[in-house]
């Protein structure tokens, strides 16, 4: 496409979609259509304007699945209870949109004693769920992602169990501090994400500085300061930590449902994957675990990613009603079919 | 972009005799074919089955009694041709409410991530797209382009007349195109 369609011709462009619209009523009168035909074949920057209006609303049209249950439960979810009995694929269709709307929500327990008691937070899987601190801090949780937040009179810490979290930190006198696991993030007043995946754990910063130091070290031994646009990966295996450039755009992939991997073992990334998808992938065979992936998971898109593994990987996939898993491929033959 | 209609001209894929008939027909073919496969094109929803149709609509023309009187051509052309793709919709939905084979899913062919790179892309350029919009304008757009609801149905479910749900899902798609356009200068 040459950037000369469109800096003259948006005007064109919007007629071109405002008569597609009006062509799709059934009931359009033959004046409108002469009309129509007039303004089409006046000029063949309309007519080829309206075949691009046509190009992408057919393209609208053939997104599948996922894509389009998506597109559904975001933008046009049911407004009221169905007034008749809808067909076998608008049930279907109805069930992936509650599926999908479900996500939205996360759960909230909370234990609230007192201004400074404990709150714990989590989200289901698949979900995402904002968090408003009193102090003005916020916490973004990915999914199947839980936190407690202890605030003290000298202290703000959160301890992160298990999951993802970008937190945006208000500065302040007392210090926020994010136990992950093996890892103690101590914030320099900033924006940052923790993802946890048992011990192995991730910190990237994107704006600000922080303090990374083993949390069994009450001396800051080891300690790493990192500023943005940098991450540190812990390695349980090797108990090494990794210091690698960042783009923060990246290293949030998943505040845009994406999930972003450089290099990570296949356990890891199933673990991660494991927390958005409909149902838990896992491995048969422990020598898989340390094949590496590095690319990127589209949430909404799981199933077919994990469809597709066996092309990068010598894996099959076993298809059960609530999991799948991944066998090592021993012979020629293709994954069996789902169901 | 613009795609070329590759329809032949109707007298020669029929052989029909060049009578009076045959040669209003032609007549049509070169003046409207253009709009004629645009107009199926809207109402299909695939270039391919408006090419198959307007070949359809020129035969059934062709093979018009001589003695019928049309008395506005072009009007009479897109009248036929709108009740062919009425036909043919409703071919469509007999075929794809038939019972699903279960033998047959289309988990195997599934491409791999690569070649579902661009599919997401435009998926995720229409959601920024639409979340531009007010919420009535992508509301409409999504029920009528993705869902496939008629106009009637939307302006029922939002309680809007059918004239302001063509106007939102014109906006929509207009707003679409152009996003797409500027990211494509960009890409």
């Known amino acids: 496409m040459n950037a000369s369609t469109f800096s003259p011709g948006t005007r064109i462009e919007h007629a071109a979609a405002e008569w597609w619209a009006r062509l799709r009523d059934p009931a359009l009168p033959d004046q409108a259509l002469a009309q129509w035909t007039a303004w089409l074949e006046a000029d063949p920057n309309h007519a080829a304007a309206f075949d691009r209006a046509c190009a992408l609303a057919e393209e609208a049209a053939a997104l599948g699945g996922d894509q389009r249950a998506d597109l559904l439960a975001r933008f046009a979810p049911p407004q009221a209870p169905a007034r008749r009995a809808p067909p076998r694929l608008a049930m279907a269709l109805a069930a992936g949109i509650a599926a999908v709307a479900v996500l939205g929500g996360g759960l909230y327990v909370a234990l609230k004693h007192g201004p400074d008691a404990p709150q714990a937070y989590a989200s289901e899987r698949a979900g995402h769920r904002d968090i408003d601190l009193p102090d003005g801090s916020s916490i973004e949780l990915g999914g199947a992602t839980s936190i407690t937040t202890r605030y003290g009179s000298d202290i703000r810490a ?28 101590r914030d320099l007043g900033t924006a940052f994400n923790v993802r946890r995946t048992g011990d192995r754990v991730t910190v990237a910063v994107t704006e600000g500085r922080v303090r990374v130091s083993p949390s069994a070290d009450a001396n800051d031994g080891g300690t790493v300061e990192l500023g943005a646009g940098r991450e540190v990966s812990f390695d349980p295996e090797t108990k090494a930590m990794r210091i690698l450039d960042v783009d923060a755009a990246t290293a949030t992939a998943w505040r845009e449902r994406r999930l972003e991997f450089v290099n990570e073992p296949l356990s890891s990334v199933l673990e991660n994957v494991n927390r958005y998808g409909t149902r838990p992938v896992r491995l048969t065979d422990p020598s898989l675990a340390r094949l590496t992936f590095t690319g990127t998971v589209q949430v909404d898109t799981i199933d077919s990613w994990v469809a597709a593994l066996p092309r990068v990987f010598p894996v099959r996939v076993d298809t059960y009603a609530d999991h799948l898993e991944l066998a090592r491929q021993t012979s020629m033959a293709r994954g069996t079919k789902p169901r | 972009m613009n795609a070329v209609p590759r329809t032949m001209d109707p007298t020669e894929a029929t052989g029909a005799p060049r009578g009076r008939r045959a040669d209003q027909v032609v007549a049509l073919f070169r003046e409207h074919n253009a709009a004629l496969v645009a107009f199926l094109r809207v109402r299909l929803g695939t270039l391919a089955d408006a090419q198959e149709v ?33 036909d043919r919709l409703r071919m469509r939905n007999v075929r794809t409410n038939a019972p699903v084979d279960p033998d047959h899913d289309d988990w195997h062919v599934t491409p791999i991530p690569e070649q579902h790179a661009a599919a997401l892309q435009q998926w995720r350029d229409m959601r920024e797209a639409l979340d531009e919009l007010p919420p009535k304008t992508s509301r409409a757009f999504v029920m009528h382009v993705i869902d496939g609801r008629d106009f009637a149905a939307i302006a029922k479910d939002m309680n809007l007349s059918e004239r302001m749900v063509r106007y939102h899902v014109g906006n929509a798609l207009a707003h679409c195109r152009d996003r797409r356009d500027r990211a494509e200068a960009l890409r």
Not at chain 2, 54 to 76: G, H, N
């Open chain 1, 158 to 185: 959160i301890d992160l169990d298990a999951g993802e979290a970008f937190f945006r930190v208000a500065h302040a006198e007392r210090p926020f501090v994010v136990n992950a696991g093996p890892l103690r993030i």
């Open chain 2, 54 to 86: 307007a070949q359809e609509v020129y035969l059934k023309l062709l093979t018009l009694d001589e003695a019928t009187k049309i008395d506005s051509p072009r009007a009479f052309l897109f009248r036929a041709a709108a009740n062919l793709a009425v």
